[in-house]
């Protein structure tokens, strides 16, 4: 079920009416239901791969939190990171790794494997991983109820594409003893509506003149290929901006508050202050899971350059298998430990000094999509060999993505989003009504234009 | 057994419904407001209905050898001129009644010159030039024509070149009996009203504005009416156009040849597209960019029925002279297209249609 089609406005309505009519403790099984028949309008076999998931993470808190000797402990928890790991790795880099071998070694290390990849799965996999790390370093509690940690695995609006949350922020709301609130009730349709908008005017909208460029970038000339990727920069980001959006204002409707994920990341002034902007609870996970454990920058310079480049390198696989999103993951922890080594990653002092850097920044981050986007490495490579050289092309060039990119960029500096939250607080009967609007709307759109999957729905 | 819904449940769902009843209420209200002001403004927007038994809300009525209007027998009348239109889903007649079609049309304008022309319209929705000259030798030959026409618009280009490869003819949908289905007759109870259609069409419309929906052609699939002006895509090889150009051309000598073993001659006649005919705003409501295109196809298909011997007649300066003719004539507005479609003529672009070929062939076939 896409967050973007009419079947999900609908479940969403019901979900919400019918949780508020229940009673705290049915409330959580309502939600648990819910979210399972969410999972099952994309596929009811994977979520067997759910149910085991929960039943591991509970079981392994449990072991973790209750066992006196710290061997047993460490044991429960190399075993569960072994499984999911693993988990992970065979539905989702067995075949990037198995084509690697065969290019190097010259035969196939293992049969190929044809499984899809479950919906969410990155995400759930971090989401538990997170927990359960907690629950050994002490900062959480095992939850005794399963339901709580079934809810936390689970949950619907954070399911396919996060945020990703931790336990000890999102398991305490799961007691869903909030009444109504028709403050948190507007503000989570206020971000919902502004979610579909970026997710379904913008980037739908500009989405077919990345597509065209990137599919095949042999025919188009630079300036075209620089163009399509300002159309993806702007893509990337309403996408899944709005579809953290859509997310964050769905749990809000419930009484639950998911964490924020994005803070105008393109008016970031180095490439350090984007990652703090940019899918922060990605961000935030890498740091807590990997860089500091790690050593962080706890051993010199060397030592913490390299642990940037192997958080972003692994940053960048998680995000998918394939060379172009390692030299993706690469190039980003590269261009941290550069600001590290000459202290760009500090504050701007001046106008003038914030000016440049965003513009420099902003041309980096533009610059490195294109491994992002790219279908491979050669054709990333061919992108920005035509881009450098000035190259020719027969397809006409098409100068809509430097409007968007303004719109973004004019809309971030402005800080629109918010003035709209605020100005649905006082005005409720007007944004009842441009909710029905909306809501019309995008039943013409999803009836009119395919709905187009989420992009990180991918990874 | 706990409580399973909370002390205020009943009470909130009552405000629920009240609420929404007003609300419903409301709407109700505008819709009815909207479709009293299309009824007096906009009335072109009601009877929209396409389906297996109407287009445009005109009844789909096909005699039983399979063509769109009346039975025509196979022995002709001493001095009748008999016209076969030959073509795909526009001379079919997409969106208007049969008798307003270039073929029907085109014999009215014959009897107004004195002949006692009938017509005989052999066209449908998807028909490949293979398939065209299938149906021609194993049924309409035998009609004995006097006029054979075919008319090419750029969909028939691009599904001649997309089914290149078919080896069976469809069989003609509307000689299977009708499925009755009770929701689409409970659908056409309603055609009346025109906020529907009103709706779709204009939604379709901002879609496309906001690049929502696009014109870009499936690189397997490239079916549309772009692909015969030369549409540039990047994905798309970039002879493809010029490789269905000739497959036409060859597929249009069989046909030639075809017609001519009967001692007939064949006429080609190009039915433009509406943004290629027109520069209106108005005109390219499915936001084409003319930048892409790189063909002239009426020119193109000027060049190969020249090369074949074929008479021939591009619309596209008859379809613009039909829309200045009525503004001026009648003082109103001709799109000369059925709405919201680039390819398919209304029945004033039928008309215009048929006064071009009249002028092509009226001349060699005026009554002794």
């Known amino acids: ?121 990155s995400f759930y996999t971090f989401s538990t991983i997170s927990y359960i790390v907690d629950v050994y370093k002490g900062v959480t509690k095992a939850q005794k109820s399963i339901l709580d940690v079934a809810l ?13 949350v931790r336990a000890e922020v999102l398991m305490p709301q799961f007691a869903c003893e909030s009444s109504v609130d028709w403050i948190a009730i507007r503000s989570g349709i206020a971000q919902i509506l502004w979610g579909m908008l970026k997710k379904v005017y913008v980037a739908d909208s500009i989405a077919p003149i990345a597509n065209e460029v990137f599919a095949s970038p042999e025919n188009v000339s630079g300036l075209g290929l620089v163009l399509g990727t300002l159309a993806y920069t702007v893509q990337v980001y309403c996408d899944f901006s709005g579809y953290s959006d859509i997310a964050i204002g769905s749990a809000r409707l419930l009484g639950i508050e998911l964490p924020k994920n994005f803070e105008k990341p393109y008016l970031a002034y180095s490439i350090t202050d984007f990652w703090r902007r940019w899918h922060i609870s990605l961000s935030n996970w890498l740091r807590d899971y990997l860089y500091i454990p790690l050593g962080g920058n706890r051993g010199g310079n060397l030592r913490t350059y390299a642990n940037l480049m192997m958080t972003m390198l692994l940053g960048g696989l998680w995000h998918g298998a394939g060379w172009n999103w390692v030299v993706w993951g690469g190039l980003q922890g590269a261009m941290l430990s550069i600001e590290r080594a000459t202290k760009l990653s500090s504050k701007p002092t001046s106008k003038m000094n914030y000016l440049i850097r965003w513009l420099i920044t902003l041309f980096l981050i533009c610059t490195s999509w294109i491994f992002f986007r ?3 490495l050669n054709s990333a490579v061919v992108v920005l060999q035509r881009i450098l050289t000035f190259a020719d092309g027969r397809i006409p060039i098409d100068y809509r993505p430097l409007f968007y990119m303004a719109t973004i960029l004019l809309v971030e500096w402005w800080d629109l989003k918010q003035k709209w939250m605020s100005w649905t607080q006082n005005h409720p009967n007007l944004l009842k009504w441009i909710t029905c609007a909306m809501a019309l709307a995008l039943m013409f759109t999803f009836a009119g234009a395919s709905s187009s999957n989420f992009l990180y729905f991918q990874f | 057994m706990s409580q399973i819904f909370n002390d205020k449940a009943i009470a909130n ?98 009897h107004k010159n004195g002949a006692k022309a009938t017509y005989i319209n052999s066209a449908l929705e998807g028909y490949t030039l293979k398939e065209i000259n299938t149906v021609y030798r194993n049924l309409w030959f035998q009609y004995q024509p006097d006029l054979v026409v075919l008319a090419v618009d ?215």
């Open chain 1, 1 to 121: 079920m896409l967050f973007n089609s009419t079947l999900f406005l609908g479940f969403l309505v019901v979900v919400v009416y019918v949780y508020y009519l229940l009673t705290p403790h049915y409330r959580r099984w309502f939600l648990l239901l819910a979210s399972y028949s969410f999972y099952w309008a994309w596929s009811v076999p994977y979520s067997i791969l759910m149910v085991g998931y929960t039943l591991l993470a509970y079981k392994t808190a449990r072991i973790i939190e209750d066992s006196t000797q710290q061997r047993n402990r460490t044991t429960a928890l190399i075993t569960f990171l072994a499984i999911v790991i693993s988990t992970l790795f065979v539905f989702k880099y067995a075949n990037f790794f198995l084509d690697s071998s065969y290019s190097l070694l010259g035969f196939r290390l293992w049969p190929q494997l044809n499984l899809l990849l479950p919906l969410g799965i």
């Open chain 1, 152 to 164: 936390y695995v689970i949950f619907f609006p954070s399911l396919l594409a996060g945020p990703i």
């Open chain 1, 374 to 376: 790219a279908a491979d």
């Open chain 2, 13 to 110: 769902l009552k405000t629920t419904v009240r609420y929404i009843a007003v609300d419903l209420s409301k709407v109700l209200l505008a819709f009815v407001l909207l479709e009293a002001l299309l009824q007096v403004t906009a009335r072109e927007y009601t009877n929209n209905v396409f389906d297996r038994e109407f287009t445009g809300g005109h009844p789909i009525a096909v005699s039983s050898p399979g063509n769109r209007g009346p039975v025509v027998p196979i022995k002709k009348a001493p001095g009748e001129l008999r016209i076969l239109g030959m073509g795909d889903s526009t001379t079919f007649g997409t969106g208007i009644a049969a008798e307003d079609t270039w073929p029907a049309q085109l014999a009215t304008i014959f």
């Open chain 2, 154 to 368: 750029n969909n028939l280009v691009s599904m001649n070149w997309f089914r290149r490869d078919d080896k069976s003819v469809t069989a003609n949908p509307y000689l299977e009996p009708i499925a009755k289905s009770k929701l689409a007759g409970l659908k056409n109870q309603f055609k009346i009203l025109a906020t529907p259609s009103w709706l779709k069409i204009n939604s379709q419309k901002c879609l496309y504005f906001l690049g929502l929906a696009n014109n870009n052609l499936k690189p397997d699939v490239p079916l549309g009416a772009t692909l015969a002006l030369g549409w540039q895509q990047a994905d798309l090889p970039p002879d493809v156009a010029e490789r269905a150009w000739k497959q036409f051309e060859t597929d249009l000598s069989v046909l030639r040849d075809s017609v001519a073993a009967d001692g007939r001659s064949l006429a080609v006649v190009y039915l433009p597209t509406r943004f290629m005919a027109f520069d209106g705003f108005s005109d390219n409501e499915q936001q084409v960019p003319r930048q892409r295109l790189t063909m002239d196809a009426g020119k193109r298909l000027g060049q190969i029925s020249k090369s074949l011997g074929l008479p021939y007649v591009d619309s596209t300066e008859g379809v613009r002279r039909g829309r200045s003719q009525i503004a001026q004539k009648e003082g109103r507005f001709a799109p000369m297209y059925i709405k919201f479609d680039t390819v398919h003529l209304d029945k004033d672009g039928h008309k215009a249609v048929a006064e071009d070929l009249f002028g092509l062939l009226g001349k060699s076939n005026q009554p002794r």
